[in-house]
C-alpha cells in the first residue's frame, strides 16, 4: 500500500525516543450494506474508510496516533507525536529489516462481491421479503440487510514484523415481525461468513424464514417461569453461554492484573473432564477467523480448556510483553482509530459423549434455550447473563409448550463446573455475532446442546417454578 | 480546507443529474488516555474527518461516504451515491426537507477547555479517578480500564433545498471498573460520567461511586423468587429508558414495531410519568441547534402524565403523516444515513428524594446495575434482566442481592410506577438518557 522505505522511516521516526518497539497499522476497508424494509429497498450505502496509525511502546505504555491521510509527510507527523512521550534507553535503529510473514491458511473466496451487482444483490432481499411475508399472514413487519466488507491491513514493527490480511466478510440478516391482537413478537435470522458470494448459495430465505416461525410461534407463547431450573442449551448460537460465562473472562487484560475470576487458574479443574473449550481464529469461512491478528500475530487454534482443565488464556502483544511471552494471535481492533485488545475469535464448546435427544430426555422439569439473543459477563465474579428469545418448557423429558423471552443469569466458574452433559452435536452459529468491549468485533461462537443443572431464569410466571414457601 | 465549499460541489454534482442533494462533514479529535497502578498505560490523540453524501432522485436514495477530501474522491463518492440510488425503491414520502428557521438557543454544547487543555490535566484527571475508586472503600483492591476521553467536533451540513450550517460541540468522559474483595466474595461495579464541558465531570465522584458500589455488593445473594417493588437507581434505569425511547418513533409506530401502537391518546402510564425529548436542552450529550438532515432541534413532550400525546418524526416519518419533523434526525458517523432516534430522552423528575422513595417501600429490591439491557424488546414489550442491589425492609436498605433477575412487560411496567424521586441525571446508555430514582410495583424477581 505504501512504500517499503517510507514504512521504514516512520518506524525509525516512531523509535527516536528510545522506545522498545514501534508499530505501523495500515487499514483499507470498503463496504456496502442494502436495507429493504416495509417492503421497500430503502437505504443503499456504500463506502471506503482507509487509514493508519503508529504506536510506540515504552515500559508497560504504548502511545498511538492515528491519521486518515496516508502521505509520508502525515505518517511521520503521527510517529512523532507517539514518539513524544516515549521515554527510553533503546538505541534508535536507522534500518529495520522487515520480513514478509506467509501465513498457510486460506480463506478462500471463490466468488468476489464484485462478480454481482448491487441491483442483484437487492433482488434477493426482495425474495426475503416476500418468503417472509407469505409465510404466514401473521407476518405485519420485515427487514432484511445485505452487508459487505472487504477490509485489508498491512502491519509492520520494528522487530521485523511485516503481515497483510485481507478479510471478505459477508452477512445477510432478516428481523421478522408477527401479530396477533395486540401481541407482537420479532425475531432475527442471519447468516454470514468470510467468504465471497458463495454465501448466498446458502439459502438466505431459510434463515428468514426460520426467524418468521419462530416470531409466529412466540405469538401464542407463555410467559417463561421464574426461578431455578435446569436448562438445555441449543448447540450452535447457544455458544453465546461459553462467551459470556467464560470467554470475556479469560481475555488476558482481565487476567493479568488479577482481575477475571479464571486468573491464576492454569493447571486447575474447571470443568467436567468431558469439557474442552477452544478459541479458533484459523477456521475458514468464519467471521472472527483472521490470518493474523491486528498486530501482525498469525492466528492459531488455542485450547482454553482441555478435558476440563484450564490450559490458556488468549493474549495480545500488551498483555503478552507485561508477561514476557508471545502473543496468541488474539490482538484485535476495530479500525485504525483504536488500539488493539484482546479480543475472542471463533470461540466453542468441543463436542462432548452425551447424545442430544438423551439430554432433554434427561430433564423431568426445566427449560430448553432453544434460540438465545445476546448476553453480558460481570467479569470479577464471572457472574453473566444470556437472553433466550424462543424457549421451550420441557416436562417429564419432553418439550411441551413454547415460552417467551427471558434472561438466565448464571455464574461462570459454577455453570462449568456443574455442566454435566455435553452433546456430541459442536456446531458453530450461522454467521451473526458481533462482540462489544468498547469496541466491536466480529466473532463465532458454538456448542453442542448442553445441559446446565441449575440457573435462575428471569421470566415472569410463577407457576412452572415448583417452589413450595 | 473550505469544508462548506466541498460540500457545495457535491451538491452541484448532483443536482446536475437532476437529484437533490445532502453533504455532511464531521471534522474532530479525539483523545483516550488509560491509567493503571498510577501510570498511562494506553494514550492514544488524533484528528479525524469525514463527508458523508445522500442523494435522492425520483424519491430513490443513496448513500456514499469518504474521509478522502481530494476532489476525484469526491466526485467519485458522490457518483457512487447517485448509483446506489436507482437500486433502492422509489418512495414518494422520501424527500430533504426545505431550511426551516432555527431556533435561538444557547447549547452550551462547546468548552474550549477541552482544546487548550493540556494532556497532562487530562493524565491527572484519570489518576485521580482511579485513586478516589481505590480509596472509596479498604475493601478496594484494584481498578482497570480507568479511561478518560474527549473529543472536538464540527459538523458542516449543506443540502440542495438550501440549507447550510455548521456547529462545534465537545464532550469529556471517563469511566472505569473498580474491583472490591473480600475473604468470600470478589466483584467488579463500574462507573462512569460524560458531559459537554470538562468542569462538569468529577474524577472523584466517577471514582468513588465505582468503589463503593463493588464494595457494597460484596456477599450479594439471591433471594426468593417472588414479585416485589423495585426502586430504580439513575444508573439502573437508564438503559430500560433508552430501550423505551425507540418505541416512542413514529417509524416504529408506522411499521407496527411498537408495543405502543395504537395507543396515541390513552393512559399508557401512572400519572407520575411524563417522558420528554430534548435536542435544546442546555449542555445536553445530544443537543444540537439542527438534526442530522437540517430540520431545527424542538423539545416534544412524549408521555404527559401517563398520557401518549406525542411521537418523534424525521422528514421522512413526518411526510407519511402528513406532519412536521420534530428534529430527531441522528446520524452515528459520516459513515451512515441519519436515521429517526431520540435526542436528550428523559423521565421528569419529581419532587421526592431518592431517599424518601426508598423509605416508602415495605418489601422490595433497590436496584443499582442491570445487565443485559440491549436485550429490552420495544416491539414485543419484553423486560427481563439481571439486577444487583439491596433488600429493602421497612423503608431501610439492608442485604445486598446479586444474579436476580426482574422481569415485567413494558406496559405494565409504564402503568405501575408509582413514585419519581428528583435526582436526574443522563447516562450515555443507548443514547443521551436521563432518569431519576423511581419506583415501579408488581416486578417478578427471579432468584431460589
Known amino acids: ?469 | 480546507m473550505d469544508y462548506f465549499k466541498i460540500a457545495q460541489s457535491v451538491i452541484e454534482q448532483a443536482t446536475a443529474e437532476a437529484a437533490e442533494a445532502e453533504a455532511y462533514i464531521a471534522i474532530g479529535s479525539q483523545t483516550n488516555i488509560q491509567v493503571q497502578r498510577g501510570e498511562v498505560e494506553k494514550l492514544s490523540r488524533a484528528g479525524s474527518k469525514g463527508l458523508g453524501i445522500r442523494v435522492i432522485r425520483e424519491g430513490k436514495m443513496g448513500y456514499a461516504y469518504t474521509s478522502d477530501f481530494s476532489a476525484s474522491s469526491v466526485q467519485r463518492a458522490t457518483t457512487a451515491a447517485l448509483t446506489l440510488a436507482d437500486v433502492a425503491d422509489a418512495d414518494e414520502y422520501r424527500t430533504l426537507p426545505e431550511p426551516r428557521p432555527l431556533p435561538e438557543a444557547d447549547l452550551q454544547i462547546y468548552d474550549p477547555a477541552i482544546a487548550t487543555l493540556p494532556t497532562e490535566a487530562k493524565v491527572d484527571f484519570a489518576l485521580r479517578m482511579e485513586t478516589a475508586a481505590l480509596q472509596a472503600d479498604p475493601r478496594v483492591v484494584m481498578t482497570n480500564r480507568a479511561t478518560y476521553l474527549d473529543g472536538i467536533a464540527t459538523v458542516y451540513l449543506v443540502n440542495s433545498k438550501g440549507f447550510s450550517g455548521s456547529y462545534d460541540s465537545t464532550f469529556a468522559g471517563a469511566y472505569l471498573m473498580a474491583m472490591a474483595a473480600d475473604e468470600n466474595d470478589r466483584g467488579v461495579a463500574f462507573g462512569l460520567g460524560v458531559a459537554t464541558k470538562w468542569a462538569e465531570i468529577s474524577a472523584e465522584k466517577i471514582g468513588q461511586e465505582a468503589g463503593e458500589r463493588a464494595a457494597k455488593l460484596l456477599g450479594g445473594q439471591p433471594i426468593p423468587t417472588q414479585e416485589a417493588s423495585i426502586v430504580y437507581a439513575p444508573f439502573a434505569a437508564a438503559g430500560l429508558l433508552g430501550a423505551l425511547s425507540q418505541a416512542l418513533t413514529a417509524e416504529a409506530m408506522q411499521r407496527n414495531r411498537s408495543f405502543l401502537q395504537g395507543k396515541m391518546g390513552q393512559d399508557v402510564a401512572a400519572d407520575v410519568v411524563t417522558f420528554l425529548d430534548n435536542a435544546l436542552l442546555p449542555g445536553g450529550m445530544a443537543s444540537r441547534p439542527f438534526d442530522a438532515e437540517g430540520n431545527p432541534s424542538s423539545a416534544t413532550r412524549l408521555i404527559n402524565e401517563g398520557v401518549l400525546q406525542a411521537v418523534l418524526y424525521d422528514a421522512y416519518t413526518a411526510n407519511r403523516d402528513g406532519t412536521d419533523s420534530t428534529g430527531n434526525a441522528g446520524r452515528m458517523s459520516h459513515r451512515h444515513a441519519p436515521f429517526l432516534t431520540a435526542s436528550n430522552f428523559y423521565l421528569q423528575p419529581g419532587q421526592q428524594t431518592p431517599e424518601e422513595v426508598i423509605a416508602g417501600v415495605d418489601k422490595g429490591l433497590y436496584v443499582v446495575n442491570t445487565m443485559n439491557t440491549h436485550s429490552i424488546n420495544p416491539v414485543s414489550g419484553d423486560y427481563s434482566v439481571s439486577a444487583q442491589g439491596f433488600w429493602i425492609e421497612e423503608g431501610q436498605l439492608g442485604q445486598p442481592v446479586n444474579n436476580v433477575t426482574i422481569a415485567i412487560p413494558l406496559d405494565k411496567l409504564l402503568l405501575n410506577v408509582t413514585a419519581v424521586a428528583n435526582d436526574l441525571i443522563f447516562l450515555p446508555f443507548g443514547g443521551s438518557i436521563g432518569s431519576p430514582t423511581f419506583r415501579v410495583d408488581g416486578v417478578m424477581i427471579g432468584g431460589t
Request: proline share 4%; net charge negative; hydrophobic share 40%.
Open chain 1, 1 to 469: 500500500m505504501i512504500p517499503i522505505e517510507t514504512v521504514q522511516k516512520v518506524l525509525a521516526a516512531a523509535l527516536k525516543n528510545g522506545a522498545d518497539l514501534a508499530e505501523l497499522y495500515l487499514e483499507d476497508k470498503d463496504t456496502l450494506s442494502l436495507t429493504l424494509d416495509d417492503g421497500r429497498l430503502e437505504q443503499a450505502t456504500q463506502g471506503n474508510d482507509m487509514g493508519g496509525g503508529v504506536r510506540v511502546f515504552y515500559g508497560n505504555t504504548a502511545t498511538y496516533a492515528y491519521t486518515d491521510d496516508l502521505s509520508e509527510k502525515a505518517l511521520l507527523e503521527a510517529a512523532q507525536a507517539a514518539a513524544a512521550a516515549a521515554r527510553g534507553t533503546n538505541e534508535a535503529r536507522v534500518t529495520i529489516d522487515l520480513t514478509r510473514r506467509e501465513s498457510g491458511l486460506l480463506f478462500p473466496v471463490q466468488r468476489p462481491f464484485d462478480q454481482m451487482s448491487a441491483a442483484d444483490k437487492a433482488t434477493i432481499l426482495r425474495q426475503m421479503d416476500q418468503a417472509a411475508r407469505a409465510y404466514h399472514p401473521a407476518v405485519t413487519q420485515v427487514r432484511a440487510s445485505y452487508n459487505q466488507t472487504s477490509r485489508r491491513v498491512w502491519i509492520y514493527n520494528s522487530e521485523g514484523v511485516w503481515a497483510e490480511d485481507d478479510r471478505e466478510i459477508i452477512e445477510l440478516v432478516g428481523v421478522v415481525t408477527a401479530q396477533k391482537g395486540d401481541v407482537r413478537q420479532t425475531m432475527v435470522g442471519a447468516i454470514g461468513g468470510q467468504m465471497g458470494l458463495e454465501l448466498l448459495d446458502r439459502d438466505p430465505v431459510a434463515a428468514i424464514e426460520d426467524a418468521a416461525a419462530s416470531a409466529v410461534l412466540m405469538l401464542d407463547s407463555r410467559p417463561a417461569p421464574a426461578g431455578e431450573m435446569t436448562v438445555v442449551i441449543n448447540n450452535g448460537w447457544g455458544g453465546v453461554l461459553f462467551h459470556e460465562a467464560c470467554g470475556h473472562c479469560m481475555e488476558a487484560d482481565f487476567i493479568t492484573q488479577g482481575l477475571s475470576a479464571y486468573a491464576g487458574l492454569v493447571g486447575e479443574r474447571v470443568g467436567p473432564d468431558f469439557l474442552t473449550a477452544v478459541d479458533d481464529g484459523t477456521i475458514p469461512g468464519r467471521r472472527g477467523s483472521i490470518r493474523f491478528d491486528d498486530e501482525g500475530t498469525p492466528s492459531q487454534r488455542t485450547v482454553l480448556i482441555e478435558n476440563g482443565i484450564l490450559k490458556e488464556y488468549m493474549w495480545d502483544l500488551t498483555e503478552a510483553r507485561r508477561m514476557g511471552r508471545d502473543s496468541t494471535g488474539n490482538g484485535r481492533r476495530q479500525s485504525f482509530r483504536h488500539m488493539p485488545m484482546p479480543r475472542m475469535t471463533n470461540t466453542f464448546i468441543a463436542a462432548g459423549p452425551h447424545d442430544p435427544e438423551e439430554i432433554i430426555r434427561s430433564v423431568k422439569k426445566g427449560l430448553y434455550a432453544k434460540k438465545l439473543g445476546g448476553g453480558q459477563v460481570e467479569i470479577g465474579r464471572g457472574d453473566y447473563v444470556f437472553a433466550v428469545v424462543e424457549g421451550w418448557l420441557i416436562e417429564d423429558g419432553k418439550l411441551t409448550a413454547p415460552v417467551r423471552g427471558a434472561t438466565l443469569v448464571g455464574n461462570g466458574p459454577d455453570t462449568l463446573r456443574q455442566i454435566d452433559m455435553i452433546g456430541t452435536d459442536e456446531a458453530l452459529d450461522g454467521g451473526r455475532g458481533m462482540c462489544g468491549k468498547g469496541q466491536s468485533a466480529r466473532v463465532s461462537v458454538g456448542q453442542p446442546t448442553v445441559r446446565v443443572p441449575k440457573l435462575t431464569v428471569g421470566g415472569t410466571d410463577r407457576e412452572m417454578t415448583g417452589m413450595m414457601r
